[in-house]
């Protein structure tokens, strides 16, 4: 299938402020892409673009005093299946990990697993080490905070999403990452566009939303504990510690925010020969350079 995805963020600034943007798909979906999901900005600035030490894709620039607006439109092709289910996947053993995935262990700004240590253990110590913890991590998560866009906090962590009982998908995320490192499993924070293709009517267009990426069975694989059901057209755009390292828009300055908008819509059915020339079967793997969310 086709989707067609991208935002559009509005600025009043009162004087000339750097920014560093993420926006763009993540480089493991650009060969996806029919065009290049380019920023564009009006009026007009240069946009250097470089990668970060997890390998997403970001965009430099200086936005301009005044309105001043940022945004990407683009077509990606997609199989058109919901996120895979691996029961069978292994938790490893902290020992056969690979190197690169032992910085998801540690404790991070908003993920604070060793404070949650001793929590994580009690509530999941007797499940199962592999995929049956983990889906039990996210629904517990999933039933234990409750959801509402006027819950969203910019300094909200995880422990105080776990004490709070409430956020939006950030703080779903942070806590169910947080447990999952303190249960020794390797854990990401992901964020990306979210369709809601397949979904019962009525519906939204799309959104940008957090989820998380877990190491079992030699590979990564999403779990997302706010809606905790596998969905279509999930499209990443970064993955880091948690929303720390991926912020959609970093501004060295005020970021008077007036306008935003994000949509994520299938537009044409493939033929099934089409689609099964699109992708692989299995995601390409990450490569090795190095808001609001629902």
Not at 22 to 34: D, I, W, Y
Not at 88 to 101: G, K, S, V, W
Not at 217 to 237: K, T
Request: proline share 10%.
């Amino acid at each position: 299938m086709r989707i067609r995805l991208g935002c559009e963020m509005r600025y009043a600034f009162p004087y000339p402020v750097p920014m560093v943007v993420m926006l763009n798909v993540h480089p493991s979906r650009t060969e996806a892409l029919e065009a290049p999901d380019t920023l564009r900005t009006e009026p007009p600035v240069p946009v250097e673009i470089y990668r970060d030490g997890f390998g997403n894709l970001c965009g430099r620039l200086t936005a301009p005093a005044g309105s001043f607006t940022i945004g990407t439109d683009a077509v990606i092709r997609d199989r058109g299946d919901r996120d895979p289910s691996h029961p069978e996947a292994e938790q490893h053993p902290i020992e056969a990990l690979p190197a690169e995935t032992i910085v998801f262990l540690l404790p991070s700004r908003y993920c604070e697993s060793d404070l949650l240590a001793d929590e994580a253990w009690r509530l999941f110590g007797h499940v199962a080490p592999g995929w049956g913890r983990v889906q039990a991590v996210c629904d517990f998560v999933h039933n234990h905070i409750a959801f509402g866009y006027e819950y969203a906090h910019r300094d909200r962590t995880a422990m105080d999403a776990y004490a709070g009982g409430r956020g939006v998908c950030r703080d779903f995320t942070h806590l169910a990452v947080a447990f999952c490192r303190a249960l020794n499993v390797p854990t990401r924070y992901c964020t990306g566009y979210i369709s809601f293709i397949g979904e019962p009517e009525p519906h939204p267009a799309g959104d940008f939303a957090a989820w998380m990426e877990v190491y079992l069975g030699g590979r990564w694989h999403v779990f997302d504990p706010r809606n905790n059901a596998p969905r279509i057209g999930r499209v990443m755009v970064a993955y880091g510690r948690d929303a720390a390292d991926v912020p959609l828009t970093h501004t060295f300055g005020p970021n008077p925010l007036v306008g935003f908008r994000v949509w994520a819509d299938r537009i044409h059915h493939l033929d099934q020969s089409e689609e099964a020339a699109i992708l692989p079967e299995e995601p390409l793997p990450p490569q090795s350079m190095a808001t609001r969310m629902g």
